[in-house]
């Protein structure tokens, strides 16, 4: 069982370095995700798996610590609305302008990627969204996916489902054009692949060396950050962002209470924001 002390301990230290708050009554997840780690580091106490974190000079514990906690729950399409509002709107117009001369790249930044999901269905949206319009092509768009986690970083490269995964918002014109089969694993296809780059980020530091963005995904991340950490977080997006660019949230968040840089609009049934 953790003590206060140890919880105390722990918390603090998680925040310290990915930024996740937990609030006082979350002693119960770091207790059920540590304990196997705990008997695992030859530890008999939190307090001790604490002291030998701190000490590891390699920070590999420390990572694994905040692996462990990290909540990296995806899924294809999530929410649906932001894709609709790619192909409706913010596709319409950025294609307009390559056909006009006036662009020649639309960039976007998925900064909590997971295991790809996300960035891969921003880029199956882009290319069903092209299909009809051979003036704009698929290098038109690069698509950045960072987070903290090397893990889900390897998976997302990887670019391999298994089934469940796969069942999980993904419609079957996709699954059927964009992925192929292996006995029960599906792998991405090279023409999706190649438009998503990975990289790690901690969003506690700087991200100014990735260069402008169009639209970043911020998408069910700032639900597990304090309210400082949001507000932070939300103005350096709005300095990365190009003028006009666009931010996309999940569907549980909204910014409208730690930020005056963005602008709210609605699509359909969907929010995005635009920095001011
Ligand atoms: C719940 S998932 C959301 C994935 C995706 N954006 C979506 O909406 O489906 C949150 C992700 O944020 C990552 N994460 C947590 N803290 C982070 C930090 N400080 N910097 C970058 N990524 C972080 C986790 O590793 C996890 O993969």
């Given at each position: 069982?953790?003590?206060?002390?140890?919880?105390?301990?722990?918390?603090?230290?998680?925040?310290?370095?990915?930024?996740?708050h937990?609030?006082?009554?979350?002693?119960?997840?770091?207790?059920?995700?540590?304990?196997?780690?705990?008997?695992?580091?030859?530890?008999k106490?939190?307090?001790?798996?604490?002291?030998?974190?701190?000490?590891?000079?390699?920070?590999?514990?420390?990572?694994?610590?905040?692996?462990?906690?990290?909540?990296?729950?995806?899924?294809?399409?999530?929410?649906?609305?932001?894709?609709?509002?790619?192909?409706?709107?913010?596709?319409?117009?950025?294609?307009?302008?390559?056909?006009?001369?006036?662009?020649?790249?639309?960039?976007i930044?998925?900064?909590?990627?997971?295991?790809?999901?996300?960035?891969?269905?921003?880029?199956?949206?882009?290319?069903?969204?092209?299909?009809?319009?051979?003036?704009?092509?698929?290098?038109?768009?690069?698509?950045?996916?960072?987070?903290?986690?090397?893990?889900?970083?390897f998976?997302?490269?990887?670019?391999?489902?298994?089934?469940?995964?796969?069942?999980?918002?993904?419609?079957e014109?996709?699954?059927?054009?964009?992925?192929?089969?292996?006995?029960r694993?599906?792998?991405?296809?090279?023409?999706?692949?190649?438009?998503?780059?990975?990289?790690?980020?901690?969003?506690?530091?700087?991200?100014?060396?990735l260069?402008?963005?169009?639209?970043?995904?911020?998408?069910?991340?700032?639900?597990?950050?304090?309210?400082?950490?949001?507000?932070?977080?939300?103005?350096?997006?709005?300095?990365?962002?190009?003028?006009?660019?666009?931010?996309?949230?999940?569907?549980?968040?909204?910014?409208?209470?730690y930020?005056?840089?963005y602008?709210?609009?609605?699509?359909a049934?969907?929010?995005?924001?635009?920095?001011?």
């Open positions: 069982m953790i003590s206060q002390d140890e919880f105390r301990l722990i918390r603090d230290y998680v925040e310290a370095h990915c930024g996740i937990l609030s006082d009554d979350k002693a119960y997840l770091i207790e059920t995700r540590l304990t196997t780690m705990m008997f695992e580091q030859g530890c106490t939190f307090g001790e798996l604490y002291d030998k974190a701190v000490s590891d000079k390699t920070h590999v514990l420390r990572d694994k610590i905040i692996e462990a906690i990290t909540t990296n729950e995806t899924f294809w399409f999530r929410d649906l609305h932001p894709f609709g509002i790619l192909n409706e709107v913010l596709f319409q117009q950025y294609a307009a302008e390559i056909q006009a001369g006036k662009r020649s790249k639309i960039r930044w998925c900064c909590a990627c997971s295991t790809g999901q996300e960035p891969y269905s921003i880029a199956m949206t882009f290319l069903e969204f092209i299909r009809h319009r051979p003036a704009v092509t698929p290098g038109h768009l690069e698509i950045l996916a960072t987070d903290i986690s090397s893990t889900v970083l998976l997302g490269k990887l670019g391999r489902y298994d089934t469940l995964s796969m069942s999980r918002g993904l419609p014109k996709y699954r059927d054009r964009y992925f192929d089969k292996n006995d694993v599906w792998s991405i296809r090279d023409e999706v692949k190649k438009m998503v780059t990975f990289q790690k980020l901690n969003l506690q530091e700087s991200f100014n060396h260069g402008s963005q169009d639209i970043v995904f911020c998408r069910n991340i700032l639900i597990y950050f304090s309210l400082e950490f949001k507000q932070d977080l939300l103005k350096r997006i709005a300095r990365l962002l190009r003028p006009g660019g666009f931010l996309f949230l999940g569907a549980s968040e909204s910014i409208i209470m930020t005056q840089e602008e709210m609009y609605r699509h049934m969907g929010l995005y924001y635009q920095v001011r």
